[in-house]
């Protein structure tokens, strides 16, 4: 049986495109307080804006050198841009659908107004004006478009108009088209005062709705016959040859590259749907696109914008209610986090648990004089950071502090360049891990002297080392002083800082050297467990699964009886349920008021269970060009622990969509049983629950 057949596998762009409509689902759901599901409205958003700007980025590049070729699905690359189109206009016309239906009317129920030219109070109007007279218009410049100025140079994701006017300028020249082009430093939606006329209501009107109303004003005796809002969005994918001879500097040679990534190459137009088609057709051809390139809304362009609602509107009522994450009894006790650890591993499931610890273990190595050494990985950590702050404590007081920062890590190079900077200021030694892998892996290694010993207290992660995100992202951390532990995490750091051999790490699970073939080992000995009748489960818990050689050994292991359940937040090329091939595959997806992020392996062995939690999803990059980290959970409490909240995850009947044979998601239906929502009952169990 041929298991690399193009119809056991399903396309990976549009098994995204699924996935942001599982996110938009989010904002139908009237369950949901109202501000959350604005806030997944625009969630949807962005994701598809990234989507264009890295994936459609890519396909059209790919079609532009004439590799037409495609995945494990089969499908070409014209017939994926082709298939991408189709999706993406349904899924924007959805989105304006919801913008018109759901949010207008639902916020105006709620005393919470859009207002716009034709429904401006005389007051509001007269405030308006005002406004934009002394806050606007003087950062505005309108570009006139003609032989001596040409169309201008259009940043990324920018919002901007195009105006036609009528009349002729101070020279004598017919004005004809016109950009106005709108700084990215104005705030997109303004809050009017309050109008006695209309008491009660809380009035809010989008900044291009303002300048739409008062545009003319930049063209004294000219006549305004139409304006139409525009936005381009480029290919914003980086690239840095790892083997040109010229890039001595990774930090200085991605500095460079971002000052060009606003001005990539144009892969995405959208208009204001009232734009006439000789002026959609015009921007077309200046930007060298399509007709399928093209996306004309039905609103305000980039309702990504309209997420700031959630923080104008002092409105608990409408969010979701506040949580205090849990602490583990051990640290509510005892505050000597080393001493803790010294009596056992600590695990942390964030954000049902509080992320404060992982900080708190920084703090203490920066001022305990019994620790000589600091080492960390960060990928993602945040532009105001305490944990980069800790760092910073701990060089200034004389430790070691030697930090790996991926300066790759997407849309977040700017603020890693200047994390580096900073801790480079303070003394630490700031690497940047190796060309051409990502440091992905989430690590900390702190080393002590006790008793005349050194002994080194490590936290490994499946998330970064963000506060902020740890708040909404699902991920697990463990600390452990396991030696043998610490002894793989000194090896894998020694690799990262200076020329090594590949180490022979005992406990740790590493890519891109063993992490691949040590997955499918363990799926394998599944395999011939279930062959020799006893029970055989694979359950993992990742938010993408894409590479091949695991799914065909899934497959293998589906046929050979073994029972497989995969958690998988996002994209999904396993095609499960098909009879006779995977119909001992589930495959769910959980999207809800957390982030699922977390990455867990678990497998049955024979009783012996084993459980791995991991920075790396079941990806291609992530096995062979991404440094990651899989590591064991060997306290038999803890891993009980992670697997019970595994089994919640697969019972949830309210967040959880069911993947098809079909290739279409599905919500399972409650019916007379209980409503389980996974993350609302993890919230309940660990709140204060302890280790």
């Not at 899989?630 to 595994?646: C, K, M, W």
Request: with cysteine.
């Amino acid at each position: 049986m041929n298991l690399k057949a193009p119809e056991y596998y399903i396309n990976r762009e549009l098994s995204f495109l699924d996935f942001n409509c599982r996110v938009l689902a989010q904002a139908h759901d009237e369950s949901l307080p109202l501000l959350e599901r604005i806030r997944f409205l625009g969630i949807s958003c962005s994701n598809l804006d990234e989507f264009f700007e890295i994936r459609v980025a890519g396909l059209k590049q790919r079609l532009e050198l004439g590799s037409l070729g495609g995945g494990p699905d089969g499908m070409s690359v014209p017939e994926q841009l082709a298939a991408i189109h189709q999706r993406a206009q349904a899924l924007v016309e959805d989105q304006y659908q919801l913008l018109h239906q759901l949010v207008f009317p639902t916020l105006a129920a709620e005393n919470i107004v859009f207002v716009n030219a034709r429904t401006l109070s005389n007051r509001q109007r007269a405030w308006l004006a005002d406004y934009f007279a002394h806050e606007v218009e003087p950062v505005l410049t309108p570009l006139g478009l003609d032989p001596a100025r040409p169309f201008p140079r259009i940043q990324n994701k920018s919002l901007n108009f195009i105006v036609r006017l009528a009349g002729k300028d101070a020279f004598g020249r017919d004005a004809g088209l016109t950009v106005v082009q709108v700084p990215r430093s104005l705030p997109r939606i303004i809050r009017l005062p309050h109008d006695e006329d209309i008491p009660g209501k809380t009035c809010f009107v989008f900044l291009s709705a303002t300048i739409s109303a008062f545009l003319d004003q930049l063209f004294g005796g000219m006549v305004l016959e139409g304006a139409w809002q525009f936005r381009v969005t480029r290919n914003s994918e980086l690239f840095v040859d790892d083997d040109d001879e010229e890039v001595d500097n990774l930090l200085r040679a991605i500095e460079g590259e971002l000052a060009q990534r606003r001005y990539g190459a144009a892969v995405r137009l959208e208009t204001s749907l009232d734009c006439p088609e000789n002026i959609s057709n015009f921007l077309l051809r200046h930007f060298a696109l399509g007709r399928d390139d093209l996306y004309q809304v039905n609103g305000p362009v980039n309702l990504n914008r309209l997420t700031a609602i959630y923080d104008l509107v002092d409105r608990p009522d409408l969010k979701y209610p506040e949580f205090t994450p849990g602490m583990p009894r051990h640290l509510r006790v005892r505050e000597d986090i080393f001493a803790v650890l010294r009596d056992g591993d600590l695990l942390l499931h964030h954000p049902f648990e509080s992320f404060a610890p992982v900080i708190d273990f920084l703090r203490q190595a920066a001022l305990d004089p019994d620790v000589l050494a600091i080492k960390q990985t960060l990928y993602r950590a945040g532009p105001q950071s305490p944990v980069v702050d800790a760092l910073v404590d701990a060089a200034r007081a004389g430790k070691e502090v030697t930090v790996i920062i991926e300066l790759m890590a997407r849309f977040d190079e700017a603020a890693n360049i200047q994390l580096a900077t900073r801790l480079q200021e303070a003394g630490a030694h700031v690497m940047y891990g190796v060309v051409g892998y990502k440091t992905h892996a989430k690590l900390i290694m702190v080393v002590r002297r006790e008793g005349g010993k050194l002994r080194r207290y490590c936290h490994c992660g499946t998330g970064n080392y963000h506060p902020e995100t740890a708040r909404v992202y699902t991920d697990y951390g463990l600390f452990t002083c396991d030696e043998i532990m610490g002894e793989d995490l000194h090896e894998l750091l020694l690799q990262l800082t200076s020329p090594t051999r590949v180490a022979a790490l005992k406990k740790i699970l590493q890519s891109p050297f063993t992490l691949h073939e040590a997955l499918l080992e363990k799926c394998r000995r599944e395999i011939e467990f279930a062959r020799q009748g006893k029970p055989a489960r694979i359950i993992a818990k990742i938010n993408s699964l894409l590479e091949p050689q695991i799914i065909q050994t899934l497959y293998q292991a589906s046929m050979a009886g073994v029972k497989i359940d995969l958690i998988v937040r996002g994209i999904c090329a396993l095609r499960p349920g098909i009879p006779g091939i995977s119909a001992n595959i589930s495959v769910h997806s959980i999207v809800g008021r957390f982030l699922e992020h977390s990455r867990v392996y678990y497998f049955h062995n024979d009783g012996n269970a084993e459980v791995y939690c991991a920075s790396a999803d079941w990806m291609d990059r992530n096995f062979f060009r991404r440094i990651e980290v899989a590591f064991p959970i060997e306290s038999r409490q803890h891993r009980i622990r992670i697997i019970e909240d595994l089994e919640t995850y697969l019972a949830d009947n309210a967040q959880a969509w069911t993947l098809g044979a079909d290739g279409a998601y599905r919500r399972p239906c409650a019916g007379d049983h209980e409503l389980i929502n996974a993350q609302a009952d993890l919230l309940r169990r660990y709140a204060d629950a302890g280790d």
